[in-house]
C-alpha cells in the first residue's frame, strides 16, 4: 500500500488505516478476542500501518487487544490513541487535566505493549481546561520519548490554532465523508493553511454509505448508531437517494459503493488519512481496495455536482453528544 504524510509533521502512515473501536466498542458486543487479533493482523499483512484506538473504547479494552495483536510488529506500524475522558468513560464526562493527561498515558503504554504513543490525541475539547495547558502537558510527554506526535479530534478552528501555537498538531481527526462534509467550511482551509493532517473517521457513514443499511434496520442498546438521529428510520429513508447515487458511480467505476466513498476522501487532500473500521474480513479487504480506485478530476465533479442535489436529513449525534465537538 501507498503512504501518506500526515501534514508537516513527517509522521508517515499506510494511505489507508484502521479503525480499531468497533472491535470492542460502539457497534454492539465486542468481537471475540482471538478474531479481533486476527484481523488486526490480517491488516498489517494487506498493508496497513496505521492503527487508531482510544482508552475509551471499553475503558482500555481496545488498547490492550490493539497492543497484543501489533506486538510482534511494533517497530513497523504508528499506534495512536486517545485521552480526554474521566477515568477513560465517556459516560463520565470530559477530563483533561494535565495529571490525567498523564495518567493516561502512561496506562496507554502498557496496554499498548510499548515504549511510545506514536500519535497522542486529546479526545474532546475539555471547556474546563485551557487549550495551552493539554498541548503543553503533550509538550512535555514528547520531550520525554513517551509520545511522539500530538493530535486533537472533533475540534473547532480556535482550538486548534491555539494547541498549534503551543505544540504543533501532527493531524486532526474528525468525522468526514460523503455525507458529513462540514469540515469542508473552516477546518480543512485551516488544516491547509498550517500544515496539519486530517483522518476522518467513520468515511462510510458508520457503515451507511455501503448500501447495506436500509430504512428499517434496527440497532441493539448497544450499537451507538441506536440513539443517532441520522440513523431514524425516517431519517434512513430520506438519505437513501445519497446511497443510491453513489452505487450509480460505484457501478460505472466496477468498483463498490464504499470503495467509491474511501476514494472520494483520499481525492481530496494528499494529507487526508481515512481510517475506515470492520470486524469483517471480507470488509476490510473491500475499504483497502478503494486505494486503487481512481477518480479522476472528471468524476470528482459529477460527484460534487450530484451531490448538490441530494438533501441529508438527520443529525450526526444526538444533543448531549453534539455539544462536545466543534469547539
Known sequence: MKTRTLGNSQLEVSAIGLGCMGLSHGYGPAVPKADGIALIRNAFERGVTFFDTAEAYGQGANEELVGEALAPVRDRVVLATKFGFTNGDPTQGMDSRPERIRLAADAALKRLRTDRIDLFYQHRVDPDVPMEDVAGTVRDLIAEGKVKHFGLSEAGVESIRRAHAVQPVAALQSEYSLWWREPEVQV?????????????????????????????????????????????????????????????????????????????????????????????LHRLEENLGAESVALSAEDLDKITKALAHVKVEGDRYPPALQARVGR
Do not use: H, M, Y
Not at 496539519?196 to 440497532?219: C, M, N, Q
Not at 425516517?234 to 476514494?263: H, W
Open 188 to 280: 480543512l482551509p485551516t488544516l491547509e493553511e498550517l500544515g496539519i493532517g486530517f483522518v476522518p473517521f467513520s468515511p462510510l457513514g458508520k457503515g451507511f454509505l455501503t448500501g447495506t443499511i436500509r430504512s428499517d434496520a434496527k440497532f441493539g442498546s448497544n450499537d451507538f448508531r441506536s440513539v443517532v438521529p441520522r440513523f431514524s428510520p425516517p431519517a434512513l429513508q430520506a438519505n437513501q437517494a445519497l446511497v443510491d447515487l453513489l452505487g450509480k458511480i460505484a457501478a460505472e467505476k466496477r468498483a463498490t459503493s464504499a470503495q467509491v466513498a474511501i476514494a472520494w476522501l483520499l481525492a481530496q487532500w494528499p494529507w487526508i488519512v481515512p481510517i475506515p473500521g470492520t470486524t469483517k
